[in-house]
Nanobody, 122 residues
Framework: VQLQASGGGLVQAGGSLRLSCAAS????????MGWFRQAPGKEREFVTA????????YVADSVKGRFTISRDNAKNMVYLQMNSLKPEDTAVYYC????????????????WGKGTQVTVSS
């Protein structure tokens, strides 16, 4: 699976952004998909994930109620809708794919895309 994230940018606190992740490869529709982020000087952290069918999602407490993950298997796309953004959401956001179920541990994910920068100004 090859992944390409896009949609990052600069936004004011309280604003919204929608990230997209384009996937290629036959295993996409059977893979769990997730978003992670990494701020300068910090470890990569789990944000949210969705199972292969889109019927189950898991969201980190830090973004619960503000971020929503979705997928369109017909288009090989995964989305991250980010609302009520805060300066602490500033990071490089990465799209990832994993065979089997999702995990909050980044080292268990199989495929990674290049990140997209999200900057939230106060």
């Amino acid at each position: 699976v090859q992944l390409q994230a896009s949609g990052g940018g600069l936004v004011q606190a309280g604003g919204s952004l929608r990230l997209s992740c384009a996937a290629s490869g036959r295993t996409f529709s059977s893979a769990a998909m997730g978003w992670f982020r990494q701020a300068p000087g910090k470890e990569r952290e789990f944000v949210t994930a969705i199972n292969w069918s889109g019927g189950s999602t898991y969201v980190a407490d830090s973004v619960k109620g503000r971020f929503t993950i979705s997928r369109d298997n017909a288009k090989n796309m995964v989305y991250l809708q980010m609302n009520s953004l805060k300066p602490e959401d500033t990071a490089v956001y990465y799209c990832a794919a994993k065979t089997g179920g999702y995990s909050v541990s980044s080292h268990l994910w199989d495929y990674w895309g290049k990140g997209t920068q999200v900057t939230v100004s106060s």
